[in-house]
């Protein structure tokens, strides 16, 4: 009893800090919810703010602003959302067809390579070359293109922002199809080419079908964070030239929070999110446990 009193005692030391971070950081932070209900002022705090109960809420949805960039939020997570299982499921599927390990694994370490950037040093690089002295328009001089400012595109910036965020991912978002693959029967291929089919033929009724639950369950548990379109990204490349089109949910509440002080707003927008993501997560685990037999506990 007392060896296993112990060994509790460690295992809780060891959680200890994690508990510690959340509390901090999530728990207590929640107080600031009633800002939502409130027209808060700093100088007068929680308890001394005149409560306006769902005053902001329909302040909110009145601003044209706010449905706009709703808009953005779900073109941009969406995207990103689809892309991120086609892109990384035909280049896993490509990946496995390399017979030669030395490549494969050299293939696979460059494309893990981005994964681990941030998007600091990233968003570096994505300007540089999309900037007017950028590698594109040097390219495009060559063959008399006239130069362009290609981040001040609104209709430019949301594509670059998802394909960007795809090139970023897909190299480390395939390593689940690559472990999904191994754990399909190798007989069913042999058997296939006893039968005269060709590579082609044993992906297209060998291969998709024995990933179909593995894209099924990424799919319906990526519901849960449709409403995170990539704030690090985006807010590291875009600028007032491009909010028509990539000014999403967090960087507006980040610019209505502490750029214009509008605390009660910008608490309401977050507060509308994590309600949403909230239901969407709980969603999207009902439907993996429904469609594809998984479950947290």
Do not use: C
Request: proline share 3%.
């Amino acid at each position: 009893m007392k060896k296993r009193i112990n060994v509790q005692f460690h295992y809780g030391l060891m959680v200890a800090p994690g508990l510690v971070w959340l509390l901090l950081f999530s728990i207590i932070p929640m107080v600031g919810i009633v800002m939502a209900f409130q027209d808060y002022n700093p100088g007068r705090g929680y308890w001394g703010s005149e409560w306006v109960g769902l005053e902001n809420f329909e302040y909110l949805f009145s601003m044209s602003d706010a449905r706009q960039v709703m808009i953005n939020t779900l073109i941009i997570a969406v995207s990103k959302m689809v892309l991120n299982l086609i892109i990384p499921l035909a280049f896993a599927l490509l990946l496995n067809e390399v017979r030669l390990v030395r490549y494969k694994k050299l293939i696979q370490t460059i494309v893990y390579l981005p994964h681990f950037l941030s998007w600091v040093i990233l968003a570096s690089i994505v300007l540089s070359i999309f900037g007017y002295r950028g590698v594109v328009n040097t390219i495009g001089g060559w063959f008399g293109a006239e130069g362009r400012i290609w981040m001040n595109s609104a209709s430019f910036f949301r594509p670059l922002v998802i394909w960007s965020d795809v090139w970023k991912e897909f190299g480390y978002n395939a390593v689940i199809f690559l472990a999904a693959l191994t754990g399909i029967n190798p007989n069913l291929y042999e058997a296939a080419a006893i039968d005269g089919a060709g590579r082609w033929k044993s992906i297209w009724h060998i291969t998709l079908p024995g990933l179909i639950s593995t894209v099924v369950l990424l799919g319906v548990l990526g519901l849960g964070s449709v409403l995170n379109a990539g704030f690090d990204q985006i807010f590291n490349l875009y600028n007032p030239m491009v909010y028509s089109t990539g000014d999403i949910l967090d960087t507006w509440v980040y610019r209505m929070g502490l750029w214009d002080l509008q605390f009660s707003l910008a608490t309401t927008a977050g507060l509308l999110k994590s309600v949403v993501s909230f239901v969407l997560i709980v969603s999207s685990y009902i439907m993996a446990y429904k469609f594809a037999d998984y479950r947290v506990f």
